[in-house]
C-alpha cells in the first residue's frame, strides 16, 4: 500500500514538472499554434543560466545572498535571460516566417532549436555539469511511513501550483487574459477588434519561456545535472502533456503534465521502466481515439 | 527553377572535387596518418571530445620520443556522431583518405558497420569504448582490434564479486536498454543463471530505467519495497549520479555496485560526496592507480594540458589504440595493414597507460584484470579492502 | 498577391500567352537530361571517391524518404512526425526475414514495403481523423513505440540496442550488389522508378484527391473526395516507400539497430520536405541532397556543424518558406495535368470538349417535372443544449429555384450542412429523387446528384482553377492507384473525359481564360463563380448555393441572376440561401422562411412581403 503512495506521489513530483515545462509551451502553442521545438532548449539555457549565476565568482551569489537568496536571484535571473532570449527568438526566427504558414514555421522552430542546444554545447561544452552543491538548499522531511520527500522539491511543487494559479488567473479572469484567449481562438477577429496582435505576442514570448527558465533553474537544483541536449526530452514531454490536456488551455496543460507524470510513476514503479514509453504512449493514443481534442479540450466545430 | 539544380549541383561537385583533392595531397606528406573515429557531436559528444583529446595526447608523447618508425604521427579526426549511418560515412571518409590505421569507435552498435567497412577495405582499426562480445565473436574481422574488455569479463567478475565478497542473495541489475548497458546486464544474468537455479541467489529486478531522464524516484520507491542486498547498476555515469543521488535522499542504502563507467570526475559532481561514499564501482585498473610509468606520463601531460583527468575511462582506451598501433607499426616497421595486424597479433612487450597491450588471435585485449574500487567517507576512490 | 491591383493584373493575364511554354520545356528537358547524364556518369568522375559515391547513396537513400513522406506531408498535408517507425520497419522485417529465414534480400524489397505499409495501415485507420497536432503527437508516439519496442528486444527478434548483423545484400543471381558504387546505381535506379511512379501518380485524379484534401478537407468531402479513403492511401503508399528505403538500407548497413530510427530521423525526413518544398519533386531531391551533405561537407568543423545546420534552417524558412524549389502549377499549363495527347493550342482543347457535350445539362436521370426532388422530414439539429434546426419540413421541386430566408441564426446554413451530409440531424429525415440519405457522407451525396457552394467561399487555393473544377467529376470516376501509377489507356480516357467536362463547366462560368491561374488570385467574385463551376462539374440534379450573391457588385448580382435562371432552363434544380430581397423576389419559385430553426412560411415570393410571421420574425413583434 504504501509503494503505491509512493509512486503516487512520485508521479505527482514528476508531473508538476512536466506542468511547469508544458505550461510555457502551452502559451506560445495557444497563440502560433506553433509546435515550438525551442522551448525545450530555452529551458535549457535557462538552466544554464542559472548555474552561471550561482557558480560565478566563486558562488559569490549563493555567500552574499544565503543559499534561498541565491535561489531566488539565479531563478529570477534567468527568467529574465531567457525572457528577452524568447523575444529575440520570435524576431529573429518566427515573426519573418508567421504569413508562410505553419510548416514552414515548425522547420524554424526546429532550426532554432538545434542551434540553441548546439549554441550551448559551444559556449558551456559537450560535458555534464552539475549545480555547485553549496547552493542547494539540503534538508528533507518524513512525509509518511519511511517515504522521505526533499524540502527543495516541496518548495518546487509549491512555487510550481502558485505560479500555475497566478497564470490560470491572469488568462481566466482578467480583461489581457480575455485578450490572450481571444487571439487564440481566432487572430482575424481578434485584431479587429484592436486587440494589437504584437503585444499579445510579446506578452507570450517573453512569460512562456521565462516560465521554462524557472522550470530549468528548479530542475537543475533538483537534479543537479544539466547538459546541452536536456530539454529535447523535456520539450517532447511538454508537447505530449499540452495534447493531452488539450490544445491551447492552461488547465489542460496542467492536467496533462501531472497525468503523464503519475502514468510514468506508476507503470515504470509497479510494471516495467524498459516499456514505459511505450505504454505512455498507447495510452495516450487511445485517449485521442476517444476524445480527439484532448481531455479537457472544447470540442470547436468548424464553422462550414 | 533548374537553374538553381544545376547550381547545386555544380556547387556539389565543386566541392567534392575540393575535398578529394585534399585527400589526394595529405597522404604524400612525411607523417603517419592515424584516423580517429570518435562522437564528437550527439549524445556521446562528450565521450567523443575526451577521446580526441587523449588520443591528441598520446601522440605528443609518441612525436616527442621521436615518433614511429622516424616520422611524427598526424592524427586525422572523423566524426561518427553516435550514429550508425554516420559511422558508415566517417569510415568511408577516412579510407578515402588512404589511411591504414584507425582508432574506432565508440558504442557497439556504431563500431560494427565502421569494422565491416575498415575490415573489407584492409584497414586497421581499434576499437576502444565498444565492448559488445559479438564484436569479436559472431565473426572473424582480421583487422579488427579493441583495448576495452568485453562485458562478460566484468559481468563474471562482477558475478563472483557479489556472490563471493558481498554474500548477496537478492541483487537488483538495472540497464538502460542500451547496447553496452544491456549487453553487461545480459552477461552478469548469464553468470548468475547456476546460482540462481541452485536457489543461492535471487535476481530481485531486471529492468531498465530511460536514459536522459531526470527523475527517477518511481523506480527507487520499487527497489525500497523489493529490498536487494546488492543493487548492479550497468550503464553510464550520469544516471548512475542521478540515481544514486535520489536514492541516497530518499532512504535507500542498498549496497550501489558500479559498472566500469561509472566513477568518473562527472559521476562524482554530479551526485555528491554524501550520495557516492561507500559505492563500490568495477573497473579495469584505472589510471590514478596504475603504478607504470606509462601511465604516470600520460596523466601528467594530460592534466598538464587540460588542468583535469580524462572524463572516463574509454577516452584512456583510445589513448591505449594509439600506443598499440603505434607499437606494432614499430614492430611491423611499416604501416602495412596487413603486417601491423600481424604485429598486434604476435607483439609480447607493447606497453601502455593501462598495462601490457596484448591481444587475442580474435582481437581482443589479453589479460584485463579487474578491481573493485569504493569511495571513501571523502569521496576518494581507493581499492576496495573487504568490510 | 493581389490580382485586381494593376501590377497583378497584366502578370496574370501574361500567363495565357503560352508561347514561351514550349521553349521553356525544352529547356528544362535539356537540364534533365544533363542532371541524368550526371547521376550515371558521377562514380566515374575523377575526384569521386568510395566515400563520395557513399556520400551519394545515402542521399539516395534521403530521397526515397523524402519521397515517401512527401507523399504523406507534401501531398495530403497530415503532420507525420514519425516516420522513422515505417523506415524501422522495413529494415527490421528485411533483417529478421533474412537472418532468421535466408529470405533473399531482392524478394524483401515488396515484402518490406508491403508491411511497413500494412502496419500503418493498422495502426492509422484508428486515428486518421484527428487533426493537425493530434495527429502529429499520435506519429511522434508510434515512432518511440516502434523504436522502443525493437530496443526491447521481444521474442528475441529485433536483438535489441545491439541491432541484428548479418544482413545479407541483394543478389540479383549473376552478380550481387556490393560494392558502393553497384549499391549506387541500385538505390538510383530504384528512385528513378519510384519518381515516375510518382509523377503518374501525382498527375491522376488520386493525385488531386490529395490535393484537395491538404487544401480544405471539407470542401474536398463536399466535392466528392472520399478523405478518409485518400488519407489512408496516402499514408499506406508512402510508409511502403519508407519500407522500401529501409530494405536498402539494412542490405547496404548489414546491420540494423534502433539508433538509426529516432525521433531526429523523423525530423530530419521532415525538414527535408520542407526544405525542397511540399509536394514538389525535384525540390525533394535537393532537400535531401543539402541535408545529407551539408553536414558532410562541415565534418571537418565537427563541434560546430550542427549550430551552422539549425542556423541555415531558420534563414532557409524566412527566405524561402515555401521551400526552395516549390512546384508551380499555373507555369504548366494544361499539359501539366499529365493527360497524353492534348492539343497544343488549350483553345481547341475547349472546342473540343465542347463539341463533344455541346449542351451543358443535369445528371442523366431527369425527373419529371415538378416532382419533388429534395425533401426534408422532420430535421432536428442539436449543438449542446441549442436547437439549431427545429423538426424542418423542406421541399424543392424538380426545374424550380426554391429559396430559403431568414434572418442571421435562424439555422438555414446547419441545414443545409444536414442536407448535404457534414452534419448528421439527431432525427428526421433527408430523402432525395425519394432515397434515404440522411447518414450518408458528404462524397457519397455529391455522388448522388446534390453539389453545392458553401457560404464562406471554399476552393482548393494553391491549385489552378481548372484543377479545382477538375474535382467536380471526381465522384462519378473509378479508377484508382494502380491505373494512375501507369497511366493505362483505360485512365487516360477517363482523365480527358474529367478535364472535358472541367473545361466546359470552367467555359460556361466565363473563367477558361483563368483556367491556369491558382483560384486564389482570382478577385472576390471571380471565386464565388469558380466555386459554381466546381459544383456543376459533378453534373448534379441538385444545386445548393449558400448566399450566392453575398460580396458581388450590382452588375455581377444582375449576372448571377441570369446565369442561374440560364442553369434551370438547362435542367437543373437549385435550392439557395439569400438575404438579397432582389435575388429572392427576382428568381425564386417558391421561398420558405426560417427563423430560430422553426419553419415559420412557405409561399411564393410575392406573397411572402405581407406574410406577418415572416415580418415579425424580421422587425421584431409590434408590442
Given at each position: 500500500m504504501q509503494v503505491l503512495l509512493e509512486q503516487l506521489v512520485n508521479g505527482l513530483t514528476i508531473g508538476t514538472f512536466y506542468a511547469l515545462v508544458a505550461m510555457g509551451y502551452s502559451m506560445v502553442y495557444g497563440i502560433m499554434k506553433l509546435i515550438n521545438f525551442a522551448h525545450g532548449d530555452l529551458f535549457t539555457l535557462g538552466s544554464y543560466l542559472g548555474y552561471t549565476l550561482l557558480v560565478i565568482g566563486g558562488g559569490w551569489v549563493t555567500t552574499t545572498f544565503g543559499v534561498w537568496g541565491g535561489v531566488v536571484v539565479a531563478v529570477l535571473g534567468a527568467m529574465l535571460g531567457i525572457g528577452i532570449a524568447g523575444l529575440l527568438l520570435e524576431r529573429v526566427a518566427y515573426a519573418p516566417v508567421?504569413?508562410?504558414?505553419r510548416l514552414p514555421l515548425v522547420v524554424s522552430a526546429l532550426g532554432a532549436s538545434i542551434f540553441i542546444s548546439n549554441g550551448i554545447m559551444a559556449v558551456w561544452g559537450p560535458r555534464f555539469q552539475a549545480y555547485p552543491a553549496t547552493s542547494i538548499p539540503s534538508g528533507s522531511i518524513l512525509l509518511f511511513g519511511d517515504f522521505r520527500i526533499t524540502i527543495l522539491k516541496l518548495v518546487t511543487i509549491l512555487v510550481a501550483f502558485a505560479l500555475m494559479a497566478l497564470i490560470y488567473f491572469i488568462v481566466e479572469k482578467t480583461l489581457f487574459g480575455a485578450a490572450v484567449r481571444a487571439m487564440a481562438l481566432d487572430r482575424e477577429t481578434a485584431t479587429l477588434m484592436g486587440i494589437d496582435f504584437r503585444k499579445i505576442i510579446l506578452f507570450v514570448f517573453f512569460v512562456g519561456p521565462a516560465l521554462g527558465a524557472l522550470a530549468g533553474v528548479f530542475a537543475g537544483l533538483n537534479y543537479t545535472r544539466i547538459i546541452f541536449n536536456l530539454g529535447w526530452s523535456y520539450g517532447l514531454k511538454a508537447f505530449t502533456a499540452v495534447i493531452l490536456g488539450g490544445i491551447g488551455n492552461i488547465p489542460g496543460a496542467m492536467l496533462g503534465g501531472i497525468m503523464l507524470g503519475l502514468m510514468e510513476a506508476l507503470f515504470e514503479g509497479l510494471v516495467s521502466g524498459a516499456w514505459k514509453n511505450v505504454f505512455v504512449f498507447i495510452i495516450l493514443i487511445i485517449i485521442l481515439i476517444v476524445r480527439p481534442t484532448g481531455l479537457i479540450g472544447e470540442k470547436i466545430a468548424e464553422k462550414v | 527553377m533548374n537553374r538553381r539544380v544545376f547550381a547545386m549541383v555544380t556547387l556539389v561537385v565543386t566541392l567534392s572535387a575540393l575535398f578529394a583533392g585534399c585527400a589526394g595531397q595529405g597522404a604524400q606528406t612525411e607523417t603517419i596518418k592515424i584516423g580517429l573515429q570518435a562522437p564528437l557531436t550527439g549524445d556521446y559528444a562528450a565521450e567523443g571530445q575526451w577521446a580526441k583529446q587523449s588520443v591528441e595526447v598520446a601522440a605528443e608523447l609518441i612525436n616527442a620520443r621521436g615518433g614511429v618508425l622516424g616520422k611524427q604521427i598526424e592524427i586525422v579526426v572523423a566524426d561518427d556522431a553516435s550514429n550508425p549511418k554516420d559511422s558508415a560515412l566517417a569510415a568511408q571518409k577516412l579510407i578515402a583518405q588512404g589511411l591504414q590505421e584507425v582508432i574506432a569507435s565508440y558504442g557497439s552498435s556504431v563500431t560494427a558497420p565502421a569494422a565491416d567497412l575498415y575490415d573489407a577495405n584492409k584497414v586497421v582499426s581499434v576499437g576502444y569504448g565498444c565492448t559488445a562480445v559479438r564484436l569479436t565473436m559472431d565473426k572473424q574481422r582480421p583487422y579488427f582490434f579493441r583495448t576495452a574488455g568485453r562485458d562478460d569479463t566484468q559481468s563474471e567478475f562482477f558475478v563472483k564479486f557479489a556472490t563471493e565478497?558481498?554474500?548477496?542473495?537478492r541483487i537488483a541489475i538495472m540497464h538502460d536498454n542500451q547496447d553496452y548497458g544491456k549487453g553487461v546486464a545480459d552477461d552478469a544474468m548469464r553468470f548468475l543463471q547456476p546460482y540462481i537455479d541452485s536457489g543461492q541467489v535471487e535476481v530481485v529486478y531486471f529492468d531498465a530505467i530511460t536514459p536522459g531522464e531526470s527523475d527517477y524516484s518511481a523506480v527507487i520507491s520499487q527497489l525500497k519495497e523489493l529490498k536487494p542486498d546488492v543493487w548492479f547498476f550497468t550503464a553510464y555515469y550520469a544516471e548512475a549520479a542521478l540515481l544514486l543521488k535520489q536514492a541516497r535522499e530518499a532512504g535507500l542504502t542498498t549496497i550501489f555496485v558500479g559498472n566500469n563507467s561509472v566513477p568518473t570526475p562527472e559521476f562524482e559532481k554530479i551526485a555528491g560526496v554524501d550520495a557516492i561514499k561507500g559505492s563500490i564501482h568495477l573497473n579495469e585498473p584505472m589510471p590514478q592507480f596504475l603504478d607504470f610509468p606509462e601511465s604516470h606520463e600520460f596523466l601528467n601531460a594530460y592534466r598538464a594540458k587540460y588542468n583535469e583527468l580524462p572524463g572516463s575511462i574509454w577516452a584512456v582506451y583510445a589513448a591505449d589504440a594509439l600506443n598499440a598501433l603505434a607499437a606494432a607499426i614499430e614492430k611491423a616497421g611499416s604501416t602495412d595493414p596487413d603486417q601491423v595486424a600481424n604485429a598486434m597479433r604476435t607483439m609480447t612487450d607493447a606497453r601502455g597507460i593501462t598495462g601490457p597491450l596484448l591481444f587475442t588471435e580474435r582481437g581482443d585485449r589479453k589479460d584485463i584484470p579487474y578491481y573493485a574500487y569504493i569511495y571513501n567517507d571523502q569521496g576518494v576512490l581507493e581499492l576496495y579492502s573487504g568490510q | 498577391m493581389n490580382p485586381l491591383t494593376p501590377k497583378g493584373l497584366p502578370r496574370l493575364l501574361k500567363f495565357q500567352g503560352r508561347q514561351e511554354a514550349p521553349a521553356k520545356g525544352r529547356k528544362s528537358r535539356g537540364l534533365l537530361a544533363l542532371l541524368i547524364a550526371l547521376l550515371i556518369a558521377y562514380p566515374f568522375l575523377?575526384?569521386?571517391?568510395s566515400y563520395w559515391i557513399d556520400v551519394a547513396f545515402f542521399v539516395g537513400i534521403y530521397v526515397l524518404l523524402g519521397l515517401s513522406l512527401n507523399i504523406i506531408l507534401g501531398e495530403v498535408g497530415l503532420f507525420n512526425l514519425g516516420h522513422a517507425a515505417f523506415y524501422a520497419i522495413g529494415a527490421y522485417t528485411t533483417a529478421i526475414l533474412y537472418t532468421q529465414f535466408q529470405v533473399p534480400i531482392l524478394l524483401l524489397l515488396p515484402l518490406s514495403a508491403l508491411i511497413a505499409g500494412g502496419f500503418a495501415y493498422l495502426v492509422t485507420s484508428p486515428i486518421i481523423h484527428l487533426r493537425g497536432d493530434y495527429l502529429c503527437i499520435v506519429t511522434i508516439g508510434i515512432g518511440e513505440i516502434v523504436r522502443i519496442t525493437a530496443l526491447n528486444n521481444p521474442f528475441d527478434l529485433t536483438k535489441g540496442a545491439n541491432g541484428i548483423t548479418g544482413v545479407g545484400n541483394p543478389d540479383f543471381g549473376l552478380f550481387a550488389i556490393q560494392s558502393p558504387t553497384q549499391f549506387y546505381y541500385y538505390i538510383w535506379v530504384i528512385i528513378a522508378l519510384v519518381i515516375i511512379g510518382l509523377i503518374n501518380l501525382q498527375k491522376s485524379r488520386v493525385g488531386r484527391a490529395w490535393n484537395y484534401i491538404r487544401e480544405d478537407e471539407i470542401a474536398a468531402e463536399a466535392s466528392g473526395i472520399n478523405v478518409r479513403h485518400y488519407k489512408l492511401l496516402a499514408f499506406v503508399i508512402g510508409t511502403a516507400l519508407a519500407g522500401v528505403a529501409g530494405n536498402i538500407y539494412g542490405s547496404k548497413m548489414m546491420i540494423v539497430s534502433p539508433s538509426n530510427f529516432t525521433f531526429m530521423e523523423s525530423c530530419l525526413i521532415f525538414v527535408i520536405v520542407l526544405l525542397g518544398g511540399l509536394g514538389s519533386i525535384p525540390g525533394n531531391l535537393l532537400g535531401a541532397t543539402i541535408i545529407v551533405v551539408f553536414p558532410e561537407i562541415f565534418r571537418q568543423f565537427a563541434s560546430y556543424r550542427l549550430l551552422f545546420f539549425g542556423a541555415a534552417l531558420v534563414a532557409m524558412m524566412v527566405f524561402r518558406p515555401g521551400g526552395i524549389l516549390p512546384r508551380k502549377r499555373e507555369r504548366a499549363g494544361l499539359r501539366g495535368l499529365g493527360i497524353?495527347?492534348?492539343?497544343?493550342?488549350e483553345d481547341a482543347f475547349l472546342q473540343e470538349a465542347l463539341r463533344a457535350a455541346p449542351v451543358a445539362s443535369a445528371g442523366a436521370v431527369q425527373p419529371a417535372?415538378?416532382?419533388?426532388v429534395l425533401e426534408t422530414q422532420q430535421i432536428t439539429m442539436q449543438f449542446g443544449g441549442l436547437v439549431a434546426v427545429n423538426q424542418f419540413d423542406l421541399k424543392v421541386r424538380k426545374g424550380q429555384i426554391t429559396a430559403l430566408i431568414g434572418p442571421n441564426g435562424a439555422g438555414k446554413t446547419t441545414l443545409f450542412n444536414v442536407i448535404t451530409g457534414i452534419y448528421h440531424p439527431h432525427s428526421g429525415k433527408v430523402l432525395f429523387m425519394g432515397e434515404d440519405i440522411t447518414r450518408l457522407k458528404p462524397h457519397r451525396i455529391i455522388a448522388k446528384g446534390i453539389a453545392r457552394t458553401f457560404q464562406n467561399i471554399r476552393l482548393f487555393p494553391s491549385l489552378t482553377c481548372i484543377e479545382n473544377v477538375m474535382s467536380g467529376p471526381h465522384c462519378h470516376a473509378h479508377h484508382g492507384v494502380w491505373p494512375a501509377l501507369f497511366h493505362f489507356a483505360g485512365q487516360q480516357k477517363e482523365e480527358r473525359t474529367i478535364l472535358e467536362a472541367a473545361a466546359r463547366r470552367l467555359h460556361q462560368v466565363g473563367l477558361w481564360d483563368y483556367r491556369n491561374e491558382l483560384a486564389r488570385n482570382l478577385p472576390y467574385g471571380k471565386q464565388k463563380m469558380l466555386e459554381i463551376a466546381r459544383a456543376l462539374a459533378s453534373d448534379p440534379q441538385l444545386l445548393i448555393l449558400d448566399e450566392p450573391s453575398s460580396g458581388l457588385n450590382d452588375k455581377e448580382t444582375e449576372e448571377l441572376m441570369e446565369f442561374l435562371t440560364r442553369l434551370v432552363h438547362e435542367g437543373f434544380t437549385i435550392l439557395l440561401i439569400e438575404h438579397d430581397m432582389n435575388v429572392v423576389m427576382g428568381i425564386s419559385d417558391r421561398v420558405t422562411v426560417m427563423d430560430m430553426g422553426y419553419k415559420i412560411a412557405e409561399d411564393l415570393p410575392q406573397n411572402i412581403y405581407n406574410n406577418p410571421k415572416v415580418i415579425e420574425a424580421y422587425l421584431g413583434k409590434e408590442e
Open positions: 508567421y504569413k508562410a504558414g | 565478497v558481498l554474500n548477496a542473495k | 575523377p575526384f569521386v571517391n497524353s495527347r492534348l492539343p497544343a493550342d417535372e415538378n416532382a419533388i
